[in-house]
């Protein structure tokens, strides 16, 4: 069994190296599927990690440094778990965020869960998570949200924005099958990658959902990089159907991504 493993600039981790991302939680990060040491989107993630570095710490990220501490971390280990990349400031203060410039990155790894998985019921929050378009490592507000919908009995929330709209879910992006094909809302969202892979493989386009507009669509699924795609089989009391020719597409085509060596 994979057991749960963490490098800090390609060395081993120690509680006292993660003290100031535990205490500021100021950092960002990226998780990837690997899957017969391939992962979908290698690039994307990558290309994630440079971005976020640039917006969160003003710093440029190597990403060719990145892989190598990724394969490292992984070694020779073999078929299918999550890595995370997290990259943060062990120097940052929390009177001087201006003061994280240098990136350290750490490199966990994790076990994944076999795909498909199953469906998800959701509750809807009204929720907007800061600096959405970062994927950033402050996620007391999702798993807040995330926390309610289960106490209420659904497995996880999907999220309203100010305007009204539907925009994402708790750790994932929301997609809808509707009357032309493969919808995605028009919201500030995480830019996600799985996202991006699948809107490469049809006919797919952005409008503005509410929540009304979502119960009515013909079908619903969550997708990131651990999920895959995954129905969602109710949205608060309205029930979604889990069954539809364009998921059933989407999924499979998703699978079949090859993906990139580590």
């Known amino acids: 069994m994979l057991m749960n493993m963490a490098e800090l600039n390609g060395r081993?981790?120690?509680?006292?190296?993660?003290?100031?991302?535990?205490?500021?939680?100021?950092?960002?990060?990226?998780?990837?599927?690997?899957?017969n040491r391939r992962v979908r989107g290698l690039d994307l993630h990558m290309e994630r990690l440079v971005r976020d570095c640039r917006t969160v710490l003003g710093a440029d990220l190597d990403p060719d440094m990145v892989r190598s501490y990724v394969r490292q971390a992984v070694g020779s280990v073999t078929g299918s778990f999550v890595v995370r990349v997290s990259v943060f400031d062990p120097a940052v203060e929390m009177a001087h965020p201006d003061r994280a410039k240098t990136p350290h990155v750490l490199v966990t790894v994790r076990p994944a869960a076999d795909l498909p998985l199953p469906p998800l019921s959701?509750?809807?929050?009204?929720?907007?998570?800061?600096?959405?378009t970062v994927k950033h490592a402050g996620l007391f507000g999702a798993l807040?949200?995330?926390?309610?919908?289960?106490?209420?009995?659904?497995?996880?929330?999907?999220?309203?924005?100010p305007d009204d709209c539907v925009s994402e879910g708790g750790t994932w992006n929301v997609g809808?099958?509707?009357?032309?094909?493969?919808?995605?809302?028009?919201?500030?969202?995480?830019?996600?990658?799985?996202?991006?892979?699948?809107?490469?493989?049809?006919?797919?386009?952005?409008?503005?959902l509410t929540l009304a507009d979502a119960q009515g669509m013909h079908a619903a699924?969550?997708?990131?990089?651990?999920?895959?795609?995954?129905?969602?089989?109710?949205?608060?009391?309205?029930?979604?159907?889990?069954?539809?020719?364009?998921?059933?597409?989407?999924r499979d085509a998703y699978l079949a991504i090859p993906g990139d060596l580590l």
């Open 144 to 161: 807040h949200a995330r926390r309610t919908a289960l106490l209420d009995g659904y497995d996880d929330a999907l999220f309203i924005g």
């Open 221 to 250: 699924f969550a997708t990131n990089t651990a999920i895959g795609v995954r129905p969602l089989s109710a949205i608060d009391d309205a029930p979604m159907a889990t069954e539809h020719p364009a998921l059933t597409q989407l």
């Open 176 to 208: 809808f099958i509707g009357e032309d094909g493969v919808v995605w809302p028009k919201a500030d969202v995480l830019p996600g990658v799985t996202m991006a892979l699948l809107q490469q493989l049809g006919q797919h386009h952005t409008a503005p």
């Open 122 to 132: 959701v509750k809807s929050i009204r929720y907007e998570r800061d600096v959405p």
């Open 12 to 35: 081993p981790v120690t509680p006292e190296a993660l003290l100031t991302l535990a205490l500021t939680n100021y950092g960002h990060f990226t998780s990837m599927r690997v899957d």
